[in-house]
């Protein structure tokens, strides 16, 4: 009788339950500890947090001279102001700020003295020209989520985050063991009717870069025992095996039964060509993939039925490189003299690509971290301006990007955390978020830029929370505010709180350093209120116009001794063991515009609101009281 091939199965179809069948028999990676250094490549088996903070000290970013901000006050074009060599030190780019000093000068702005002392003729901004303490990272804050590739820039993301080692799935082992009487090994002199066996060399290059290890077995010739102990063999040292060939219909064809025999055949034969003879065999969790002899057959083979058995092994898809078409969401100005790459991050937001800017700074090497995409602005053109539609080379499948929950607003460090569970929930989908404050991400769900906007907005006149903010920006509805959690907001002290800070009025006391939000923040909004409320001057607050763009950040500054009070979230005070003077309790929400809301990535967002995971993920943070997180508050 004729061989009749079991099934004529859909590739889509059989690719799909193949790898239901073996994650449902526990396939899947373990982990190992390992150096950063060596950690290329490999998949987080879990999210790394920063150590320390990245400067780990205040750093020049200029060539110049370090001065005491306050001395320069005055200096003009027409008044210029002398300092004594005991009023400023000269220091190089990346050397550490001396303590006094909390300003630097470039060397070009100075003009030096016979007797050593210089003149200056503009006063010097304070804070201005350094690198300050958590610029790029602050300790205790998410450098990776679980089950993400480490690229070249985190790596060197995570060293400056004083992490060394890390954890990371194990990558998984695949057996490639080629049969056939009439195959040799590689040769440049094979005689007549020697086929040079190159098969595995193929196959083992797709699945380096996939980041598989393959192991090559000796070729087995077409013997039913031979091969079936080569199998065994196999099996017992790898994860998934490579049978090659035999899967086809002739009579020293064995791959079939001795897969069968060795634990199951959920497919032979699958409805493509080539390839069609395929045979998709497991024993248990591992799997025993039966590939056609001919190469091309192979290839497509091992590229479609593999490869996702290679992702789903790891928990993350695997990289395309591509360029796409996005629109900006912000402009973006450049010199003329120079080709200029910045990076972005990008996901779709009501069917357009929105490519969103990160920080150009040389030193921040996180947004390299975070960037989906790279933008390329040539020589001789000034920029774009925002809503330009440009080109942009992905860092990211584009597949991801459609997959991407995009987050623009206000910040707050349980974002972080939502964006693990989303990506532990399914490692399909990611979340982009970008620290706007909270006007920011209003302006962004009107620009429809957003799929949502965390806001925490104060109505000075009844002292409620984003709802008038909400029917001011949008008279004609289209939103809904959803419920997240109430949060408590303080003024953060330096642990034991030594200048004896008790509340708003304490700031302005002689020697007590603030650090404040950015304008547009709700928390600005709110210390500007409490300011008023208090008949506060915010001018005598030495370092109010100090802005950070974070709650973690204004920590850092007060951790490292450049300040000594600033507004902000229990959390990050207690992230950073500072003291904390508590104010009020704020509500922050989410802002959704209806045409995001039945989206999946939005739906599964709700999900994780009303979670036990996210509650327990804010009971770790500290500062936060829930009441029905995820339901709709109101809808305009």
């Not at 992490?163 to 049969?179: A, F, K, N, S």
């Amino acid at each position: 009788m004729a061989f009749q091939y079991l099934t004529n199965i859909p590739l889509e179809q059989a690719k799909k339950e193949y790898v239901q069948l073996l994650t449902a028999n526990g396939m899947g990676a373990g982990s190992e500890r390992m150096n950063v250094t060596q950690a290329c490549g490999r998949t987080t088996a879990r999210a790394v947090y920063a150590h320390i903070c990245a400067p780990h000290y205040h750093a020049s970013a200029m060539d110049g001279i370090a001065v005491q901000a306050s001395d320069t006050f005055g200096a003009t074009q027409t008044t210029p102001v002398a300092l004594t060599p005991e009023q400023y030190v000269t220091l190089d780019t990346g050397d550490p700020i001396p303590e006094n000093c909390d300003a630097v000068i470039m060397v070009e702005d100075i003009v030096k003295n016979e007797d050593g002392s210089v003149r200056l003729y503009d006063a010097a901004a304070p804070w201005q020209h350094i690198r300050q303490i958590g610029e790029d990272i602050c300790a205790g804050e998410m450098i990776l989520p679980a089950y993400t590739t480490v690229s070249p820039s985190a790596i060197g993301a995570l060293l400056a985050g004083g992490v060394m080692e890390i954890d990371v799935l194990r990558q998984p082992i695949v057996g490639i063991i080629p049969t056939g009487d009439e195959i040799i090994p590689p040769t440049s002199d094979p005689a007549p009717g020697d086929i040079i066996e190159f098969n595995s060399s193929i196959f083992s290059a797709m699945l380096r870069q996939w980041g598989a290890l393959p192991v090559t077995y000796p070729i087995v010739p077409d013997r039913f025992d031979q091969i079936k102990s080569a199998v065994s063999a196999a099996l017992s040292e790898c994860d998934m095996v490579i049978l090659n060939a035999g899967s086809s219909a002739g009579r020293e064809d064995y791959s079939a039964q001795v897969i069968r025999e060795s634990g199951g055949v959920l497919y032979h034969g699958i409805a493509m060509k080539p390839g069609k003879p395929a045979i998709l065999g497991y024993q248990g969790a591992k799997a025993i993939l039966g590939v056609p002899g001919y190469p091309v057959s192979g290839i497509i083979v091992i590229e479609q039925l593999l490869k996702p058995l290679i992702e789903a092994f790891s928990r993350h898809p695997l990289p395309q490189e591509s360029s796409v078409r996005a629109f900006l969401s912000r402009p973006v100005v450049s010199g003329l003299k120079y080709q200029e790459f910045v990076r972005v991050r990008m996901g779709y937001v009501d069917g357009r690509l929105i490519a969103s800017p990160l920080s150009r700074g040389s030193g921040v090497v996180s947004s390299f971290m975070k960037a989906d995409g790279i933008l390329t602005i040539p020589q001789g053109l000034e920029g774009y301006e925002a809503g330009s539609e440009v080109t942009v080379q992905l860092l990211r499948p584009q597949e991801e990007l459609k997959h991407t929950l995009v987050a623009i607003g206000s910040h707050d460090p349980l974002l972080d955390e939502v964006s693990d569970l989303l990506h532990r929930k399914d490692t399909s989908c990611f979340m982009a978020s970008t620290h706007t404050g909270s006007m920011g991400g209003i302006m962004a769900v009107r620009r429809k830029e957003t799929h949502i906007a965390g806001i925490h907005l104060l109505d000075e006149n009844d002292g409620t929370y984003n709802e008038s903010y909400v029917r001011k920006y949008f008279p004609q509805g289209g939103v809904r505010l959803v419920e997240c959690v109430g949060r408590t907001q303080g003024i953060m002290a330096a642990k034991g709180n030594p200048k004896n800070i008790t509340g708003i009025d304490s700031l302005t006391a002689p020697g007590i350093r603030y650090v404040n939000r950015q304008k547009g923040s709700g928390t600005r909004i709110l210390m500007d209120y409490l300011c008023k409320k208090n008949h506060l001057d915010t001018s005598a607050v030495y370092g109010y116009d100090r802005e950070e763009f974070t709650h973690t950040s204004v920590a850092a500054q007060i951790a490292s001794g450049s300040a000594d009070a600033g507004m902000g979230i229990y959390s990050a005070a207690k992230m950073y063991d500072l003291s904390f003077i508590p104010v009020c309790t704020e509500q922050y929400d989410l802002l959704i515009p209806d045409s995001a809301w039945d989206t999946p990535l939005v739906q599964e967002l709700i999900r994780i609101l009303k979670s036990d995971a996210f509650a327990g993920k804010l009971k770790e943070l500290g500062g936060y009281t829930l009441q029905s997180p995820g339901e709709i508050r109101c809808a305009f």
